[in-house]
């Protein structure tokens, strides 16, 4: 069955740098455009960005534009997402997703706060 294992998140200051992972399985990664989604306490699921299949082109949402880099490894089947000069306003909890928001993980919890 498809899996999405979400890791790397924590308590971070603000300005600093994390690296969330998501660990797949269960179907052809290398088929899938796959994107980073995140929910911050009280709001909506925002879209954060997105990487086609051979990883040669991503997208970000404006907000995190030269901030957060997204990158796969197909011989891993693992989804990256590099987060750099973390703000408070990317507090919330990251998921990594395949199109339609078909399966989900548990999340990983990024908290930037001084």
């Known amino acids: 069955q498809v899996q999405l294992v979400e890791s790397g998140g924590g308590l971070v200051q603000p300005g600093n740098s994390l690296r969330l992972s998501c660990a797949t399985s269960?179907?052809?990664?290398?088929?899938?455009?796959m994107s980073w989604v995140r929910q911050a306490p009280g709001k909506g699921l925002e879209w954060v960005g997105g990487i086609y299949t051979d990883g040669s082109v991503a997208n970000y949402r404006d907000s995190v534009k030269g901030r957060f880099t997204i990158s796969r490894d197909n011989a891993k089947n693992i989804l990256y997402l590099q987060m750099n000069s973390l703000e408070s306003e990317d507090t919330a909890v990251y998921y990594c997703?395949?199109?339609?928001?078909?399966?989900w993980g548990q999340g990983t919890q990024v908290i930037v706060s001084s």
């Open positions: 997703v395949r199109p339609g928001y078909d399966y």
């Open positions: 269960g179907f052809t990664f290398t088929n899938y455009y």
